[in-house]
């Protein structure tokens, strides 16, 4: 909601914006989740756009005319901008923009034409002027400064085709996508990747606009990949014992350096990974044990903490570089009813970056280093692959072999990236409204018994259908694309269930006698004795994952749990299913109640007497 009365404030009174002018703008990339659109074209590209930095914000344009062309968004814009309410304070121009000083004299706000300089409230200036006070105004507005900046990258792209237009295009060194450069750098004298032996490591989840995988094994699954993260690099290995590898010690030299950026300063190495520091001196950079320090030029350490995760992830934004090592599949596996995505530590990190370690593993092997025009061609990527599938959907854009024999990877990677849940990201809650308009457009199979589902896209379908519920702003809105035909039955009201256990090592379900219909939810007042205590509410009895089947005559998935953490816990099933109640190991309950608002009384069978 927050971020929904910034958009408005800055765009109030204005119905339109006319782009229809000689100027031609560069789209903008989002990467940070404080990130939202202004204006977006029918392509999807962000025109217009803003974000909070530390405790300032920022407005940015994608052609420099705009900040004269659209008077009435600038001064919106400077509302939404000032550290303090009212007109107080000078809002600074850049010089050669006059003329939006002119369209600013009808104003109260007190205007400055000049460079930047300290004690200013906003500064507004074009994106080709900010090189020489680039580090000035990060600082400024993390200290609560404002600034509006306008300009394109593309003519300076093409007028320095030798240059990396991300890392060296002035405007992006205050606002920070082909990663062919970068992999030519990375894989320098790199054949193959050898992560042979007993460690397992974790699936990489690539799917930041600017993150990149690195190394796959042949199933097209990333366990090394690398990311730009403002105006700072990642790189990130699946398992901390990767960092050490004499093995990888040729990718890992070319990967300091790249992190480095021919700074050559401190490479920092988190003193449990001592191992390391024997490989990584071979780069003939100064490496030196130590905890994370801000002085670092490159930070290694694993992924099994957070314990400094704003202070890292704001290190790498303000030009830093950090390699990270680790797997979650271990997380996974002693964590039951925990979200990878969300909970693991590491992810905290990774997250923001565009990186995720899932909680699948990865057997280890020689596994050849990609040919890089075939992957900056033609490599898997989830952003570039959704955005196809899209058009695929909404255009009727055909698909060619190569991308078609994605979808199951794409299935897989929207449900992992729907777990994030990060409704306060503008990213993630575009590709929401995506996914949900695609199972609108393109509809849902209705699979059953006796209407299996063979092809490929529509398990594709029935995969992203099953996981946006689950996100949704609205499922209610979904359900009928979803489920055509939903049975009505009877229901009753604060059915009263009792609930006695006596478990030794291992969970016990108890059946409550109760079903939910497809879709419908329903309240649990749990008692007091098991609240908190892991146990778990339970829908549905079909709990195994069929997604590897080629015939699929159901979802994938058909059950939901859900932790009885609070006294009053709401409960939803897309398919629907019988409700349990799943005692822990070692609990020891007589009697306790639960009581169930809405539901269903499920058929049972008894010895002598049958229920109609």
Avoid at 48 to 71: D, I, K, N, W
Avoid at 434 to 460: E, H, M, R, T
Avoid at 511 to 538: C, D, F
Wanted: aromatic content about 8%.
């Amino acid at each position: 909601m927050a971020r929904e009365q910034d958009y408005y404030t800055i765009v109030c009174g204005l119905q339109e914006f006319d782009l229809q002018m000689n100027a031609v703008p560069s789209d903008l990339v989002l990467i940070g989740e404080r990130a939202f659109p202004l204006v977006v074209n029918p392509r999807g590209q962000v025109l217009m756009a803003a974000s909070y930095y530390g405790q300032g914000r920022v407005v940015v344009l994608g052609h420099e005319q705009y900040l004269t062309s659209f008077p009435g968004l600038i001064k919106n814009a400077l509302k939404w901008l000032m550290p303090c309410s009212g007109d107080a304070g000078i809002v600074g121009i850049q010089k050669s923009l006059c003329s939006v000083a002119a369209n600013l004299n009808d104003c109260s706000i007190k205007t400055e034409l000049g460079d930047f300089r300290s004690g200013l409230a906003v500064y507004i200036t074009d994106a080709y002027s900010v090189e020489n006070c680039a580090k000035d105004l990060i600082a400024f507005i993390k200290a609560g400064g404002g600034l509006i900046m306008g300009g394109q990258a593309w003519h300076w792209a093409g007028t320095h085709p030798q240059e990396n237009t991300l890392k060296n295009f002035p405007g992006n060194k205050v606002i920070g996508k082909d990663f062919k450069d970068d992999l030519q750098f990375l894989l320098e004298g790199v054949s193959e990747f050898d992560v042979q032996g007993e460690s397992i490591a974790s699936e990489v989840m690539v799917h930041g606009p600017l993150a990149f995988p690195i190394a796959l094994t042949p199933a097209g699954k990333a366990f090394i990949a690398g990311a730009y993260y403002g105006q700072g690099r990642v790189i990130l290995l699946s398992h901390e014992c990767y960092v050490a590898r004499d093995s990888l010690s040729t990718f890992l030299i070319n990967a300091i350096k790249w992190l480095d950026e021919d700074r050559k300063g401190v490479i920092g190495i988190l003193p449990s990974l001592k191992a390391a520091h024997t490989v990584l001196s071979k780069s003939g950079l100064d490496c030196q044990l130590t905890g994370f320090r801000k002085d670092l030029s490159v930070y290694i350490c694993t992924s099994y903490s957070d314990a400094q995760c704003a202070e890292i992830q704001e290190f790498v934004a303000e030009g830093g570089g950090l390699m990270i090592g680790g797997h979650a599949w271990y997380y996974a596996q002693t964590h039951c009813g925990c979200n990878v995505m969300t909970d693991y530590p590491g992810n905290h990190i990774l997250n923001k970056m565009g990186l995720s370690l899932l909680g699948n593993t990865l057997i280890g092997g020689l596994y050849k280093a990609p040919e890089i025009e075939q992957s900056c061609k033609e490599g898997y990527h989830f952003c570039n692959m959704l955005h196809r599938f899209a058009e695929h959907v909404y255009l009727g854009k055909e698909l060619i072999n190569h991308e078609q024999s994605c979808f199951k990877q794409l299935g897989n990677d929207c449900a992992s990236y729907l777990q994030m849940r990060c409704h306060d990201s503008a990213t993630y809650t575009s590709v929401v409204a995506i996914l949900s308009d695609i199972v609108k457009k393109f509809g849902f199979p209705q699979v059953c018994s006796n209407c299996p589902v063979k092809s490929a896209k529509d398990c594709l379908m029935l995969h992203i259908g099953s996981e946006v519920y689950k996100v949704s702003p609205d499922p209610d809105a979904l359900l009928p694309y979803i489920i055509k035909d939903r049975p009505k039955f009877p229901t009753v009201s604060n059915a009263r269930v009792r609930i006695s256990a006596k478990t030794e090592g291992s969970e016990e379900w108890i059946s409550t006698g109760l079903y939910l219909s497809p879709g419908m939810k329903t309240n649990i007042a749990v008692p007091p004795e098991i609240i908190r205590k892991n146990w778990q509410v339970q829908l549905g009895c079909q709990t195994d994952d069929i997604g590897g089947a080629k015939v699929l005559k159901r979802a994938p998935v058909v059950h939901e749990q859900f932790p009885l953490d609070a006294e009053m816990v709401q409960v939803c099933n897309l398919w629907g299913g019988l409700i349990y109640i799943i005692a822990p190991p070692q609990s020891k309950v007589n009697g306790v109640e639960i009581v169930v608002h809405d539901a269903v009384q499920a058929p049972y069978f008894k010895s002598g007497k049958n229920s109609e």
